[in-house]
């Protein structure tokens, strides 16, 4: 099922290709989430006003000196099967940034399976970040797609292996922790089942490393209150914590829609993607509304897409997305990239990767970067 086209209402876009936009507001440490209860109208004005100065400052800042450095790219790539392709070199990948070519230095293979690390080694275990949207209207075709998800919770987990770790997270009034990393199932089955209901759990014990717990913030959990914030926070959290890490979205939607002009993305969802891909943080949209379509799959594809995660129903063929997911997440490739020459500083920067020599490969990566990395 193909989501609907989006609107994005965020940070504006460069208008020619090349011309970055600057983030020289962006703090270094975690990106404030808007205080609550504000008023409509400021936010509003507040908006406009951040983004006329981020597009103000696109064009007044320069850097003295251009510089060359290297940036990482994480990046899946798949067959028609979605079975991902291994033994890719740089040369096979062609990356593009601002639409300039740049150079792919190395292309590792990192095997994320057992069976694959026993033939070269590799980091062991998974680090996935499991976040349920409970839906507070109740509305039928959410609800059913909640109880697939509690019936089906043992095939969603059948996969996963020991050195794999799950924290577990819901989102209805305010982001909720269930469970911190873990590899125990029952525990993570046990979570899952809980993140659907709308109650206020107790803190989880915090694991030993890593530890999502330890990272997150109790009151800056319940000031956030759309699912948006739920990522913003979750993004400035897993900075924290080394390596990539896979977020699997079981959602209903993301983004604002609007009668008669479509879907808009938060105005503050150039910021989750800034955090988010300072994480390494993959987002795999698996959406659990039972309908063909509706409109807010295009907000979860849209940030599914930008980080370098996909867009997948459950609704007609549920068992589809849990092997899809399976088999997306037993390998990525590790790309150095070496950056063109800049004279901007504080700027994000647009990604672009593709596998020429496999032209009908599905290549996974995020869309962005931003130019102090």
Request: net charge positive; hydrophobic share 40%; aromatic share 8%.
């Amino acid at each position: 099922m193909r989501p609907p086209l989006i609107r994005r209402f965020a940070a504006p876009s460069p208008r020619r290709r090349g011309e970055g936009l600057s983030t020289s507001s962006i703090p270094t440490s975690r990106v404030p989430l808007p205080l609550a209860g504000e008023g409509g109208a400021k936010r509003r004005v507040r908006v406009i006003l951040v983004a006329l100065l981020l597009a103000t400052a696109a064009h007044a800042q320069l850097q003295e000196k251009s510089t060359v450095e290297r940036i990482l790219i994480d990046a899946r790539v798949t067959n028609d099967s979605g079975d991902p392709i291994a033994g890719l070199r740089p040369e096979d990948f062609r990356v593009k940034i601002d639409g300039k070519l740049a150079r792919v230095e190395s292309a590792d293979w990192i095997s994320e399976t057992a069976r694959g690390r026993e033939q070269q080694p590799a980091p062991a275990g998974r680090l996935l970040v499991f976040l349920f949207q409970t839906d507070f209207a109740h509305a039928s075709t959410r609800i059913r797609g909640e109880m697939q998800l509690v019936a089906m919770r043992d095939k969603w987990i059948r996969w996963l292996e020991p050195d794999d770790r799950v924290a577990v997270l819901s989102f209805d009034s305010h982001l909720k922790l269930r469970l911190d990393f873990s590899g125990d199932k029952e525990k993570i089955r046990g979570a899952m089942e809980q993140a659907l209901y709308l109650d206020e759990p107790p803190p989880p014990r915090p694991a030993s490393t890593p530890s999502l717990a330890n990272q997150l913030d109790s009151e800056e959990m319940k000031k956030g209150r759309t699912s948006e914030d739920a990522l913003l926070i979750l993004g400035n959290a897993l900075r924290a914590i080394p390596g990539p890490k896979s977020l699997i979205l079981f959602g209903w939607g993301l983004g604002h829609y609007v009668p008669g002009f479509g879907v808009y993305m938060d105005p503050k969802y150039a910021w989750i993607r800034y955090a988010l891909e300072r994480a390494r943080v993959s987002i795999f949209s698996i959406d659990f509304t039972q309908a063909d379509s509706h409109s807010l799959a295009a907000g979860m594809s849209t940030a599914a897409r930008d980080t370098g995660g996909f867009y997948a129903s459950t609704y007609s063929f549920p068992s589809t997305a849990i092997g899809q997911l399976q088999r997306t997440l037993s390998g990525h490739y590790e790309l150095e990239v070496r950056k063109p020459e800049t004279a901007r500083t504080g700027s994000v920067h647009f990604i672009e990767v593709d596998v020429p020599s496999h032209r009908w490969a599905n290549v996974m990566a995020r869309t962005s970067y931003v130019d102090n990395e």
